[in-house]
Nanobody, 114 residues
Framework: QVQLVESGGGLVQAGGSLRLSCTASGGTFSLNAMGWYRQAPGKQRELVSSITRGGSTNYADSVKGRFTISEDNAKNTVYLQMNSLKPEDTAVYYC????????WGQGTQVTVSS
């Protein structure tokens, strides 16, 4: 069973930065991928970014060039550095990990004020 704990959300002005962290525990040695989804009020959950065990990364078009995903395998942690934040980035951000099934974190709120 994989447990995910997120941190780093908050309130920031447009143009600002935040870094989200997600630490995995339990069976982490063979995770296939980790990443982040987000869900804004009234909208479907969407993939923001992912990173595979091999280090391949993927980004939503809306965040390319502004967000960077990285991992620290020694700490079983994945990070999402978010720069040049926009009000439309406001959402609950969920960390996920994939190992035959998808595990989810509890979510962290990111609010970007204009």
């Amino acid at each position: 069973q994989v447990q995910l704990v997120e941190s780093g959300g908050g309130l920031v002005q447009a143009g600002g930065s935040l870094r989200l962290s997600c630490t995995a525990s339990g069976g982490t040695f063979s995770l296939n991928a980790m990443g982040w989804y987000r869900q804004a009020p009234g909208k479907q959950r969407e993939l923001v970014s992912s990173i595979t065990r091999g280090g391949s990364t993927n980004y939503a078009d809306s965040v390319k060039g502004r967000f960077t995903i990285s991992e620290d395998n020694a700490k079983n942690t994945v990070y999402l550095q978010m720069n040049s934040l926009k009000p439309e980035d406001t959402a609950v951000y969920y960390c996920y990990a994939y190992l035959w099934t998808t595990y989810w974190g509890q979510g962290t709120q990111v609010t970007v004020s204009s």
